[in-house]
């Protein structure tokens, strides 16, 4: 690690020369990926569990015929790691559940046991201890297929379909991913179906101590959540006894609330597991596979899917959005023109795109009205708040012929924004006020990703939206010429909580957590381009602690890296191998962090901007391994395959102005 002052001794120099070729080159690429409709859109890598699960959804619909499952397996070998397992993020050392689930689509796919890549599998997850030390989901998996007994998964009563709104737990107090995938999942669970699959298989030789000798039941954590475990077990009496009381009401209030959320695509939520579990629901409702609302959920499945000539693998989701709004910003902040004609193509993509119907935010959030974005094609339901800010300060930075329709479309997000702020202070991804932490320590949650409460970088995002459109208010341009959106959320009192949030926020060491990145970087780099735009002098001592931990972080070569094991340990916070995304991020604050205080570390940021430019290809691009895009903290990661490239540019581009 370089300190400060090492890091101005051994500055490189960087000429603008070289920053605005390696632009050029960056701009030309980005610019060849737009679609014609007018949109950015690159893969979002995951783990193998994806593909794995939709191998058995197939199997369990009769489905598998009609999909290439000859390159599924291809692509399951290739993914398997020297060790026998797969990981869950790029050179993790393997993860048991993720290895389980490998092995058992292979199997499904008809690789016998004696196969070297099983075997070498076997011995990997053998010595992770087996079927029994997996998370509850990859147990469920199992459980349909018979591979393990549905005694040691949680039950879930259907009643609780009926929780009213106002009662203090409902299927709202859930985070809205965990409630597109509960639901369909209380029709599962009560049913507890197990299937014969072709093959029909078994997969006993994984337990590590013997099928015979497994104990099917909930694990203990000897403390109070243990409650929970006596609980399930009344649960369970109940279903034994068949006293579930509103049993066949809740069964029905979940297979209509499924039905209604189904998008005319086909999909559930914009994201794999509600669709997964939504079509298991129907599967164990008994629903044809010729059934219209099937054949479309299975549709919607295989449109995540990229094929090659010889893999075929699925997405978790996919982020047009995203990658539009972002895509935009970097080209505007590296020189690109307001009113070239890719911008306004994306512009007008990103307008049509704007969700004008109310969803499941509503329950909660009485006075919003619509007008978010969401980070798929189509999500009615679940538009969120990180999208729609980066989406709003991507539309301000461009020139539209129709600019009247783009402010008022900025104008309703903007609103839409102001009434989810949380009561802490900050903004959470998709929900108002959803923090109910004690909804982790339930067994089906082992995940630890039941709710949405609000964090560091989605209310540092929304704090950043605010001061780009302070400026162009600044600079005579009305949003709205008959009412200012900004009048809510810059209300005195809604930006003293958000930036009492932020301060409270602050690590010891100076640093803000990244809920949706990683980690610390992502979280300080967000914190740091907020507050120099809303809050320079109030907090220049905030400003000036987040700096100084980046600076702390440079790597030797000048750039940044954080490996994704920072979640599970706090020493590990700013420490990983240097990546072009995690660079750019730290770049993009301590640039913010200088425009705040008036003085840049030159020295540190001429050795990060050093440390990008010869790894930069011909063609533009960055190569990166590594995860950088977090789906829930310890559990979940991704890979976004243009972080490495427009990321980058940003940094480029504000460098330049300061050069």
Not at 208 to 237: I, M
Not at 508 to 526: A, D, K, L
């Amino acid at each position: 690690m370089q300190t400060q002052e090492q890091g101005a001794v051994n500055s490189t120099t960087v000429s603008r020369a070289q920053v605005e070729d390696a632009i050029a080159r960056s701009q030309n690429y980005l610019l060849s990926l737009q679609y014609p409709d007018g949109y950015w859109w690159a893969e979002l890598e995951s783990n193998v569990t994806i593909t794995a699960e939709v191998v058995l959804l197939h199997k369990l619909w009769g489905t598998d015929k009609t999909q290439p499952m000859h390159k599924v397996e291809a692509y399951l070998r290739s993914q398997q790691r020297e060790h026998g397992g797969w990981e869950l993020f790029y050179g993790d050392g393997g993860e048991l559940s993720t290895a389980v689930e490998a092995y058992m689509a292979l199997r499904l796919l008809g690789v016998p046991v004696t196969d070297p890549a099983l075997e070498k599998a076997r011995s990997f997850i053998l010595k992770k201890g087996g079927i029994s030390k997996t998370r509850i989901f990859t147990k469920f998996h199992l459980g349909l297929i018979g591979c393990y007994d549905w005694r040691g998964l949680p039950s879930i009563p259907s009643w609780v379909m009926l929780l009213p709104d106002a009662f203090p737990v409902n299927i709202y107090e859930l985070s809205s991913w965990a409630r597109g995938s509960t639901v369909p999942l209380l029709v599962v669970f009560d049913r507890k179906p197990v299937y014969i699959t072709e093959p029909a298989i078994n997969l006993d030789e994984l337990y590590a101590e013997g099928r015979s000798d497994a104990r099917f039941e909930l694990p203990r954590q000897g403390d109070w959540t243990d409650l929970f475990v006596h609980l399930d077990r009344a649960f369970k009496l109940a279903e034994q006894l068949n006293l579930v009381p509103f049993r066949q009401e809740g069964l029905d209030a979940a297979e209509k609330w499924v039905l209604e959320r189904q998008e005319a695509t086909g999909d559930w939520g914009g994201i794999i597991p509600a669709m997964l579990n939504s079509l298991l629901a129907l599967r164990a409702l008994d629903y044809s596979a010729n059934d219209p609302i099937v054949e479309r959920g299975l549709k919607a499945v295989a449109n995540f899917a990229l094929e090659t000539d010889d893999h075929y693998w699925i997405q978790p989701c996919i982020s047009p959005v995203w990658d539009t709004a972002l895509v935009m910003r970097s080209l505007v902040d590296s020189g690109l023109a307001p009113d070239h004609a890719a911008l306004v193509r994306g512009g007008e993509w990103l307008l049509e795109k704007q969700i004008l119907d109310y969803g499941d935010w509503a329950v909660k959030n009485r006075n919003g009205k619509p007008g978010a974005w969401a980070f798929e094609f189509d999500n009615r339901f679940y538009p969120d708040v990180d999208d729609s800010a980066v989406v709003v300060m991507a539309l301000c930075a461009v020139q539209l012929p129709n600019e009247a329709l783009k402010q008022a479309a900025i104008a309703r997000a903007v609103d839409w924004i102001a009434t989810m702020q949380c009561t802490p202070g900050g903004w959470a991804a998709f929900d108002l006020n959803n923090d109910q932490d004690w909804l982790n320590a339930i067994p089906y949650g082992d995940l630890k990703a039941m709710i949405d409460p609000n964090t560091a970088d989605v209310t540092a995002r929304v704090l950043e939206m605010v001061g780009k459109l302070e400026r162009i208010k600044d600079k005579g341009l009305r949003i709205n010429e008959e009412a200012d959106p900004l009048s809510f959320i810059l209300h005195p009192s809604s930006l003293h909580r958000s930036l009492a949030y932020l301060r409270a926020e602050q690590e010891p060491e100076g640093c803000w957590f990244g809920r949706w990145g990683v980690n610390y970087i992502y979280g300080t780099s967000g914190v740091l381009a907020a507050l120099s735009l809303v809050a320079p002098k109030t907090h220049q001592r905030e400003i000036e602690r987040g700096a100084s931990w980046l600076v702390g972080c440079q790597n030797a070569d000048g750039g940044w890296g954080e490996t994704c094991f920072s979640y599970n340990d706090a020493s590990l916070k700013g420490q990983g191998t240097s990546t072009a995304s995690q660079t750019a991020w730290a770049l993009i604050g301590l640039m913010a962090a200088g425009d705040a205080t008036g003085t840049f570390a030159m020295g540190v940021l001429d050795r990060g901007i050093h440390y990008l430019l010869p790894p930069q290809r011909p063609d533009g691009t960055w190569n990166e391994a590594y995860f950088t895009g977090t789906g829930f903290p310890c559990h979940f990661y991704l890979k976004y395959h243009l972080y490495q490239h427009h990321f980058p540019l940003t940094a480029f581009g504000r460098y330049l102005l300061i050069k």
